[in-house]
């Protein structure tokens, strides 16, 4: 069955770093387009980052470039997201998923920022 487990989330002041990690198992993940999303309390989900199968490309979202880099191991089934220079609006769970997004939303993890 393919799931997806993250962790690494937390309470950081603004301006730390976090780093995530999402253990992926039951389905061929070197296949895969990967990518990390979050969701504010009370908002909609929003797409964070995403990188290719051979981790060759990756995109993100305007309000986390230049701060955030998503990487991958495909020995390990892991995709990370390390994530510098947090702000407050970081505050949300973390979600990995596949690229285009497929249903095997994890627990998520959640990350706070705040002083």
């Known amino acids: 069955q393919a799931q997806v487990v993250e962790s690494g989330g937390g309470l950081v002041q603004p301006g730390g770093s976090l780093r995530l990690s999402c253990a992926a198992s039951?389905?061929?993940?070197?296949?895969?387009?990967m990518s990390w999303h979050r969701q504010p309390l009370g908002k909609e989900r929003e797409l964070v980052a995403s990188?290719?199968?051979?981790?060759?490309?990756?995109n993100y979202a305007d309000s986390v470039k230049g701060r955030f880099t998503i990487s991958r191991d495909n020995a390990k089934t892991t995709v990370y997201l390390q994530m510098n220079s947090l702000k407050p609006e970081d505050t949300a769970v973390y979600y990995c998923?596949?690229?285009?997004?497929?249903?095997?939303w994890g627990q998520g993890t959640q990350v706070t920022v705040s002083s």
């Open positions: 998923n596949t690229d285009p997004i497929t249903n095997i």
């Open positions: 039951g389905f061929a993940f070197k296949y895969y387009d």
């Open positions: 990188i290719s199968n051979n981790g060759g490309s990756t």
